[in-house]
């Protein structure tokens, strides 16, 4: 599988998704022309021009993290609970997370007014507030295993801090053994960023 991605982008959760299942993938990254790194137009690949991307070994592609984070799951057989009420928590918090939260740093990422930044920040405290009270004292936002909801919270807790958006002390003691986790540690490392603090 190939992985076309941005550097600490939203992609960055598939990227870690596939350490953690341990599947073999090759990676593209592009750039803000929407250009791969071999020179192809990203837009023939994605037409909706975001990443991640996903290319699949047949040469479908497959975009949205939801359905990506979801197939490296089925794929495995790994990231997901065993139990059919689990997998549908799972789902849900992937749910959540790409459209309040995900959706909610919209402002941050266009540059908006001040106004309509501080409405989102007050949102996306709001909702990390109910990620955090899911988490509870778990390690994990599921329970006492990783599934493909904490590679997306790790990154939803990256965007959070470079947009200086506060994050309750759990979540953050969270993001912080995540950057320790071997699987974040490479995915960073492949995707040319610095090592965490």
């Given at each position: 599988?190939?992985?076309?991605?941005?550097?600490?982008?939203?992609?960055?959760?598939?990227?870690?998704?596939?350490?953690?299942?341990?599947?073999?993938?090759d990676?593209?990254?592009?750039?803000?022309?929407?250009?791969?790194?071999?020179?192809?137009?990203?837009?023939?690949i994605?037409?909706?021009?975001?990443?991640?991307?996903?290319?699949?070994d047949?040469?479908?592609?497959?975009?949205?993290?939801?359905?990506?984070?979801?197939?490296?799951?089925?794929?495995?057989?790994k990231?997901?609970?065993?139990?059919?009420?689990?997998?549908?928590?799972?789902?849900?918090?992937?749910?959540?997370?790409?459209?309040?939260?995900?959706?909610?740093?919209?402002?941050?990422?266009?540059?908006?007014a001040?106004?309509?930044?501080?409405?989102?920040r007050?949102?996306?405290?709001?909702?990390?507030?109910?990620?955090?009270?899911?988490?509870?004292?778990k390690?994990?936002?599921l329970?006492?295993?990783?599934?493909?909801?904490?590679?997306?919270?790790?990154?939803?807790?990256?965007?959070?801090?470079?947009f200086?958006i506060?994050?309750?002390?759990?979540?953050?003691?969270?993001?912080e053994?995540?950057?320790?986790?071997p699987?974040?540690?490479?995915a960073?490392?492949?995707?040319?960023?610095?090592?965490?603090?």
């Amino acid at each position: 599988m190939r992985l076309y991605f941005y550097p600490a982008a939203c992609s960055i959760a598939d990227h870690i998704a596939l350490i953690e299942a341990d599947l073999p993938y090759d990676l593209m990254p592009i750039d803000r022309d929407k250009r791969t790194r071999d020179g192809r137009d990203y837009l023939a690949i994605n037409p909706r021009g975001f990443v991640p991307a996903l290319e699949l070994d047949d040469g479908s592609i497959l975009t949205e993290n939801l359905a990506i984070l979801a197939h490296i799951a089925d794929h495995s057989g790994k990231l997901l609970p065993e139990d059919a009420l689990g997998r549908s928590r799972a789902l849900e918090a992937l749910s959540y997370m790409a459209t309040t939260i995900h959706g909610g740093l919209g402002p941050f990422f266009k540059r908006a007014a001040e106004a309509e930044q501080t409405t989102a920040r007050n949102a996306l405290t709001k909702a990390f507030a109910f990620l955090d009270e899911q988490m509870g004292e778990k390690p994990f936002l599921l329970g006492q295993s990783i599934s493909i909801a904490d590679p997306y919270l790790y990154w939803c807790l990256l965007a959070a801090a470079q947009f200086e958006i506060a994050t309750p002390a759990r979540l953050q003691v969270f993001f912080e053994r995540m950057n320790h986790r071997p699987s974040v540690v490479r995915a960073r490392a492949e995707e040319g960023l610095a090592p965490a603090k």
